[in-house]
């Protein structure tokens, strides 16, 4: 019977091993496929300049790159750059220069680090969760981590999210030692947990308030105030040490920190195109209710969210340990980002971990169907692969390309098509290099004023399409589409360039935000029909 057992166990543990092979299998194909989209094009997304300008700081190598103020010009601590600058400069040792030298390099390496992290954050993920768990459990949450859509899709283009996502669930790591132990060295680490959450995003201050509510759940329990107070200076030692190594210009410049923390502040979220509350969107276009409707079921793929929703449950009935940790993560974080009228959805990631490993933890909520568990778990990660795979074969160029030929080709008698395009935001549309590579270019249109000097071409990206529609109904931008659609103006629609995702039509019910992502753009080309002197005037030349 003994050995029938170790058998049993070592069939158990070598499925295990198999599951968790595949499970990071699929998080690095969803994290590594197409990461080189548009710079094998010879462009990239205009925010990802920022990045390769701190990378090169390190180029050639130096420890002033480390402490250099021009780190601070970003609206980001320095650690997500240090890590991509040192990358760089060890990939320029190595003569890894796959696109000759410049920005692309840069670009590429930074979203290759990123997705480093997005790999190691789904094995961090499953690792917490065995611990609080065991071993399904733990299978369980990285596989459920390992495919959630935003975050494999924000590794597609170069930002500090998914390495800060990742610094959280260190906190989590952290969290749990100090409420199992109540250790100054468990707050140490905690706290220095939550530094690096900080040097990587200037949010990630929200792991203050989790270090400060696990330490207030051990004194709690132990009934020491004293204890809270001991542990509070540890956690805060931990914290200012590893913020410091994270951005040192941080550390040597406190009070340029504070300016930009002014700036984000005043930032108006009007000025987040499609990514602030407003009123098209209904009884859920407010602070919190947005996130719980809209918001995680895009970012998680619905069944996940499900699940989630199962798992809080499931916390309140066990009310257990990991469970006050993890909440104690996830809380102060979505209040911060939850109550801000922006929804830029990369916000909300640094929650995510904690929620897929409540998630992992459904399977307890209704103990007679326990069985089904694993095949609710399995369905559930299909469908998001699905979601997510289908999310990022949209990462391309293909669209702006084959709309440039589409327009070289339709010019006639040697003239050069004029074309023209919303002003807002063109850059952020990827037109510049595609429309040049066949000798074109596009004069950018102010509101109001698209057709003022009668392009032979109007293309209007479903970027501002959307943003009109759902931003500003009654704006100057609304009023001409809607002359356009209507026919009053002398354009037809020619020819629409648009790309698929899993239930996209469910998502963008949700919001109509959720069709446009950052390498992924919609389009549609209106061409501007003759009048009926020069139709007649080409007629008789026929």
Same mark, same amino acid.
């Given at each position: 019977?003994?050995?029938?057992? +170790?058998?049993?166990?070592?069939?158990?543990? *070598?499925?295990?091993?198999?599951?968790?092979?595949?499970?990071?299998?699929?998080?690095?194909?969803?994290?590594?496929?197409?990461?080189?989209? *548009?710079?094998?094009?010879?462009?990239?997304?205009?925010?990802?300049?920022?990045?390769?300008?701190? *990378?090169?700081?390190?180029?050639?190598?130096?420890?002033?790159?480390?402490?250099?103020?021009?780190?601070?010009?970003?609206?980001?601590?320095?650690?997500?750059?240090?890590?991509?600058?040192?990358?760089?400069?060890?990939?320029?040792?190595?003569?890894?220069?796959?696109?000759?030298?410049?920005?692309?390099?840069?670009?590429?390496?930074?979203?290759?680090?990123?997705?480093?992290?997005?790999?190691?954050?789904?094995?961090?993920?499953?690792?917490?969760?065995?611990?609080?768990?065991?071993?399904?459990?733990?299978?369980?949450?990285?596989?459920?981590?390992?495919?959630?859509?935003?975050?494999?899709?924000?590794?597609?283009?170069?930002?500090?999210?998914?390495?800060?996502?990742?610094?959280?669930?260190?906190?989590?790591?952290?969290?749990?030692?100090?409420? +199992?132990?109540?250790?100054?060295?468990?707050?140490?680490?905690?706290?220095?947990?939550?530094?690096?959450?900080?040097?990587?995003?200037?949010?990630?201050?929200?792991?203050?308030?989790?270090?400060?509510?696990?330490?207030?759940?051990?004194?709690?329990?132990?009934?020491?105030?004293?204890?809270?107070?001991?542990?509070?200076?540890?956690?805060?030692?931990?914290?200012?040490?590893?913020?410091?190594?994270?951005?040192?210009?941080?550390?040597?410049?406190?009070?340029?920190?504070?300016?930009?923390?002014?700036?984000?502040?005043?930032?108006?979220?009007?000025?987040?195109?499609?990514?602030?509350?407003?009123?098209?969107?209904?009884?859920?276009?407010?602070?919190?209710?947005?996130?719980?409707?809209?918001?995680? &079921?895009?970012?998680?793929?619905?069944?996940?969210?499900?699940?989630?929703?199962?798992?809080?449950?499931?916390?309140?009935?066990?009310?257990?340990?990991?469970?006050?940790?993890?909440?104690?993560?996830?809380?102060?974080?979505?209040?911060?980002?939850?109550?801000?009228?922006?929804?830029?959805?990369?916000?909300?990631?640094?929650?995510?971990?904690?929620?897929?490993?409540?998630?992992?933890?459904?399977?307890?909520?209704?103990?007679?169907?326990?069985?089904?568990?694993?095949?609710?778990?399995?369905?559930?990660?299909?469908?998001?692969?699905?979601?997510?795979?289908?999310?990022?074969?949209?990462?391309?160029?293909?669209?702006?390309?084959?709309?440039?030929?589409?327009? *070289?080709?339709?010019?006639?008698?040697?003239?050069?098509?004029?074309?023209?395009?919303?002003?807002?935001?063109?850059?952020?549309?990827?037109?510049? +290099?595609?429309?040049?590579?066949?000798?074109?270019?596009?004069?950018?249109?102010?509101?109001?004023?698209?057709?003022?000097?009668?392009?032979?071409?109007?293309?209007?990206?479903?970027?501002? %399409?959307?943003?009109?529609?759902?931003?500003?109904?009654?704006?100057?931008?609304?009023? %001409?589409?809607?002359?356009?659609?209507?026919? %009053?103006?002398?354009?037809?629609?020619?020819?629409?360039?648009?790309?698929?995702?899993?239930?996209?039509?469910?998502?963008?019910?949700?919001?109509?935000?959720?069709?446009?992502?950052?390498?992924?753009?919609?389009?549609?080309?209106?061409? +501007?029909?003759?009048? &009926?002197?020069?139709?007649?005037?080409?007629?008789?030349?026929?």
């Amino acid at each position: 019977m003994m050995g029938g057992r +170790r058998e049993s166990g070592g069939v158990v543990g *070598a499925w295990s091993v198999a599951l968790g092979v595949a499970v990071v299998a699929g998080a690095m194909f969803l994290r590594f496929w197409r990461i080189s989209w *548009a710079l094998t094009d010879g462009t990239w997304f205009p925010d990802e300049t920022l990045w390769a300008n701190s *990378a090169a700081f390190f180029s050639p190598l130096s420890w002033h790159a480390f402490v250099d103020d021009r780190h601070l010009r970003l609206p980001y601590p320095a650690g997500y750059a240090i890590l991509s600058g040192l990358s760089l400069a060890a990939a320029r040792t190595l003569a890894f220069n796959p696109f000759g030298g410049g920005n692309a390099d840069a670009i590429l390496i930074a979203r290759l680090v990123s997705a480093t992290a997005g790999v190691a954050c789904v094995v961090l993920v499953g690792l917490f969760a065995r611990r609080l768990g065991g071993r399904a459990v733990g299978l369980a949450a990285a596989a459920l981590m390992a495919v959630v859509p935003l975050h494999a899709m924000q590794n597609h283009y170069a930002s500090s999210d998914v390495v800060h996502t990742t610094s959280v669930v260190l906190v989590m790591f952290a969290g749990y030692a100090v409420a +199992r132990r109540g250790t100054r060295a468990s707050a140490l680490l905690l706290g220095a947990a939550s530094g690096l959450a900080f040097g990587t995003k200037y949010t990630g201050l929200a792991m203050m308030a989790t270090g400060g509510l696990v330490i207030l759940d051990v004194a709690i329990r132990q009934r020491r105030v004293e204890r809270a107070i001991d542990l509070g200076v540890w956690l805060v030692a931990g914290f200012l040490a590893a913020a410091a190594l994270a951005c040192p210009p941080c550390a040597l410049d406190p009070a340029r920190v504070v300016g930009m923390w002014r700036w984000q502040w005043n930032f108006k979220s009007t000025d987040f195109v499609i990514n602030h509350l407003v009123p098209s969107l209904g009884w859920y276009g407010r602070p919190y209710a947005y996130q719980l409707v809209a918001a995680f &079921p895009f970012i998680l793929g619905w069944p996940v969210y499900a699940l989630v929703l199962a798992g809080l449950v499931a916390a309140v009935k066990r009310r257990d340990v990991g469970d006050r940790v993890v909440l104690a993560t996830i809380l102060p974080y979505f209040l911060a980002m939850g109550g801000s009228p922006i929804t830029l959805l990369r916000y909300l990631l640094p929650v995510v971990p904690g929620l897929i490993v409540l998630a992992a933890r459904s399977g307890s909520l209704v103990p007679r169907a326990r069985r089904l568990w694993p095949g609710m778990v399995a369905l559930a990660c299909v469908y998001s692969f699905v979601l997510s795979a289908s999310q990022i074969a949209r990462y391309s160029l293909t669209a702006q390309q084959q709309m440039a030929h589409w327009i *070289a080709e339709g010019q006639t008698g040697g003239r050069s098509t004029r074309i023209a395009a919303p002003a807002k935001l063109q850059r952020y549309v990827l037109l510049t +290099r595609p429309l040049a590579d066949v000798g074109l270019s596009c004069t950018a249109a102010e509101d109001g004023r698209w057709f003022e000097d009668a392009p032979d071409v109007f293309v209007l990206p479903a970027l501002h %399409e959307v943003a009109i529609r759902r931003d500003e109904p009654d704006g100057l931008a609304a009023a %001409e589409l809607d002359r356009l659609e209507a026919g %009053e103006l002398p354009y037809r629609a020619a020819r629409r360039w648009s790309s698929w995702y899993l239930q996209r039509e469910f998502y963008t019910w949700l919001d109509p935000g959720f069709a446009i992502a950052e390498g992924a753009m919609d389009f549609t080309v209106y061409v +501007r029909e003759p009048s &009926p002197e020069r139709a007649a005037s080409a007629e008789r030349l026929r």
